[in-house]
């Protein structure tokens, strides 16, 4: 299924994406793509293949079929660690910080392919300034940290690698209403800064609210996909990913 | 001679077979963090170790070396080669062995390990031979009285290699960029990838630095017992193994508290009860500690990811 494709050039392009695990196939041919600048939302019932697609951009699942470009560089078949080197920061879900390392050393990680330290500590002054709770915490554990900060720590650290396309799974899963609210501003000044991002989320109505466009997955295809004011206003995602 | 001062003696013993079982269980200790295997090779590598500071004492000459500033720098160099050595060893091992199969089975790797402890004792006899080969001291046979126990200066190098290296590898580990690396790694190997850290360059140095400092270990080892044979790793790789699941396996300071801990009860045992039962005495203590705390003595819950 093919998108309206306006006059910007195109930054990362899944053409008809087949991945999965062992014998079962979670996606089924994923068309895809994200511009520079934008906000993409990925939305979808649990098991439609939201988590499978970006980790499939990001080489922890080789695609079967269909190619990645990213930037026109092919993404197919390269290693976790050089998609990340090409400037795709990826914070999956459930967060993944590291708990016994110290909340500057996971930010420090971030940054690990970096050796410019001085651009590496003016990033992490404005880590510091985009989330001030880590801040007061640089010393502490990750582990003892909350939740919420937890996901604060992990975009922090995926932003450090300064990608150019940042994405994001499930970053408001358990977190409660006001901390959900913090999340997606901040994921709008990100984005504000210039860099693309692709949200998988399961709030829909909260994702709808910041991205530019959004995708439909169900059973690892692609069933619906427009800007995102329309499928905010569309009957079947209405009744089906809104709550009526 | 004294009760205290018998006590004494045992405990200066102790100590010095327990740095160098500390030095060999740091090996164990780090690879399992980073992997979750037991490198069962890595006794041998230790063994290895003490075979090639050998082979340099004697390309050296420093067999009859007179004391002084000469055997000193020989002693440097000999357990610098040696680390450097053995490093390149556990770099080959790691790839040729253990990298192939990262995604296989783990029972794969383990066995695997056990293939290479067979390789590296059969390769040692067929190039030294199956006799015990003597090791030439590097160290003058100074001893002194402190409190009625006599200490050699030997003893004193053996602790103060030691307690350099692990001081220089804690620095390592929680200080530095690698370091910190190395932990992540331990953690989460995924979320390393993501962030565009080198996971398999990161577990080839830890092999480097396990093996370095197991051949430390062989050097002393050879020094202080002044011969070496290629079925010396099999035994302390095993005590110094439950060395680090006595301290916590993947717990670094853990094997370095276990290998002394290990090294003194062993002594002590072996001295008021009976020599006969000294390697017994080693795995009793073990299993009495499992029984109580299964994780070892500073080891953590194994799964704490978040």
Sequence with gaps: MLCAVCCTPLMLVLDGVVAGYGPTVCLKGIDLEVRPGEIVALLGANGAGKTTTLMAISGLVRPRQGSITFGGARLNGIAPEAVAALGIGHVPEGRRVFTRLTVLENLRLGAYLRRDSRAMHEDVRQMWELFPVLRARQRQLAGTLSGGEQQMLAMARGLMGRPTLLLLDEPSLGLAPKLVRTVFDIITRINAGGTAILLVEQNARMALSVAHRGYILETGAVTLCDSAKALAGNPHVKSAYLGG | ?306
């Design chain 2, 1 to 306: 001679m004294t009760a205290s001062q018998v006590f004494l003696q045992q405990l200066a013993n102790g100590l010095t077979i327990g740095s160098i079982y500390a030095l060999i269980a740091l090996g164990y200790t780090m690879v399992y963090g980073v992997i979750q295997l037991i490198n069962f090779a890595h006794g041998d590598v230790f063994m290895v170790g003490a075979y090639m500071g050998l082979s340099v004492c004697l390309w050296l000459g420093l067999e009859g070396a007179a004391p002084g500033a000469a055997m000193a720098w020989g002693f440097v160099g000999v357990i610098g080669a040696a680390m450097f050595g053995c490093g390149m060893l556990g770099l080959g091992v790691e790839r040729l062995a253990y990298r192939p199969l990262r995604r296989a089975p783990r029972l794969a790797a383990l066995i695997t390990a056990i293939g290479v402890s067979f390789f590296l004792q059969n390769a040692v006899m067929l190039i030294y031979g199956a006799t015990d080969r003597r090791f030439p001291p590097l160290v003058p046979s100074i001893r002194w009285e402190v409190g009625g126990a006599t200490v050699t200066a030997l003893q004193v190098v053996i602790w103060a290699s030691a307690g350099i290296m692990m001081l220089g590898l804690q620095a390592l580990v929680m200080r530095t960029r690698l370091g910190a690396a190395m932990r992540a790694t331990a953690q989460d190997p995924t979320a390393c990838w993501l962030l565009g850290i080198p996971v398999d360059r990161i577990i080839a140095l830890t092999f480097v630095i396990g093996s370095s400092l197991a051949a430390s270990g062989g050097v002393l080892f050879g020094l202080y017992y002044n011969t070496v044979n290629f079925h010396d790793g099999y035994l302390t790789g095993i005590k110094a193994f439950t060395a680090a699941v006595l301290g916590g396996i993947g717990n670094i300071p853990g094997a370095m508290v276990g290998g002394l801990l290990l090294g003194v009860l062993e002594t002590l045992g072996a001295g008021y009860l009976s020599a006969q039962w000294k390697h017994v005495f080693a795995f009793v203590v073990l299993v009495v500690l499992l029984l109580f705390k299964p994780t070892g003595l500073l080891g953590e819950r194994v799964a704490d990811r978040a």
